[in-house]
């Protein structure tokens, strides 16, 4: 079964220093990868996606998720982090047909 | 344009009411979902429609009641909910092209079961 696990429940980092948020996983064949973020009381925005191609996905806000295929990982970073970056972040596979498999989730919070 | 509508926002209901959740997407996205999303969880696949017909179901029980009118539109029936049901539900939809697998969500409805 497709599956992604995040080891880290939360993540701290002070504001303008890069961020890493890792995201690991388990597939059968080639795996279709995700990171959404989600603000409180809030749905989930889409950041960005690993299909095929390029191992270094660019997406929304600046933030940027490199795939490796050796190490099974798909970390989601960002360059120089913002408060406003505080969220909820969780890593998706595509698990079959139609259906997505989420991680539990990392909190990022971003101090002044 | 990249946006789900849901409604309401919020909506507290009794144990012996019947209540409706809606969701709307103008984006032509031929697959259309719901969520129930606990406090600091990730989000658990309810429902799938493709193509206006339940694709998936996810064992879930009958007092939840989904209903798709037509391509853009996904409705959510509430019958005899148990607190328990309390939580955020999400609707999302997505084009199932290969390329394009990803799913957009709405901002959701907090729903309280009291």
């Known amino acids: 079964a497709q599956s992604v696990a995040q080891p880290e429940d939360q993540v701290n980092v002070a504001e303008g220093n890069p961020l890493t948020v890792k995201c690991t996983y388990s597939?059968?064949?080639?795996?279709?990868l995700f990171w959404y973020v989600q603000y409180p009381n809030r749905g989930l925005q889409f950041l960005l996606k690993y299909i095929t191609g390029d191992n270094l996905v660019k997406g929304s806000y600046g933030f940027e998720a490199e795939f490796n295929k050796s190490q099974t990982s798909f970390h989601l970073k960002k360059p120089s982090a913002l408060v406003s970056d505080s969220a909820l972040y969780f890593c998706?596979?595509?698990?079959?047909?139609?259906?997505?498999?989420f991680g539990t989730g990392t909190r990022l919070l971003v101090s002044p | 344009d990249t946006e789900v509508t849901q409604t309401p926002k919020h909506l507290v209901m009794g144990m012996t009411n019947k209540k409706s959740l809606k969701c709307e997407q103008h984006m032509g996205h031929r697959a259309m979902y719901w969520y129930k999303q606990k406090a600091k969880k990730p989000p658990e696949l309810m429902f799938v429609y493709s193509y206006e017909k339940l694709s998936i179901n996810e064992s879930v029980p009958s007092r939840f009641s989904p209903e798709c009118p037509n391509s853009s539109l996904l409705n959510l029936h509430l019958h005899a909910l148990q607190p328990e049901d309390s939580a955020l539900y999400l609707c999302?939809?997505?084009?199932?092209?290969?390329?394009?697998?990803?799913?957009?969500f709405g901002p959701g409805t907090r729903l309280t079961v009291t």
């Open positions: 597939v059968s064949g080639n795996p279709y």
């Open positions: 998706a596979v595509r698990g079959g047909f139609q259906k997505l498999v």
């Open positions: 999302a939809s997505s084009n199932d092209r290969a390329s394009s697998y990803e799913q957009y």
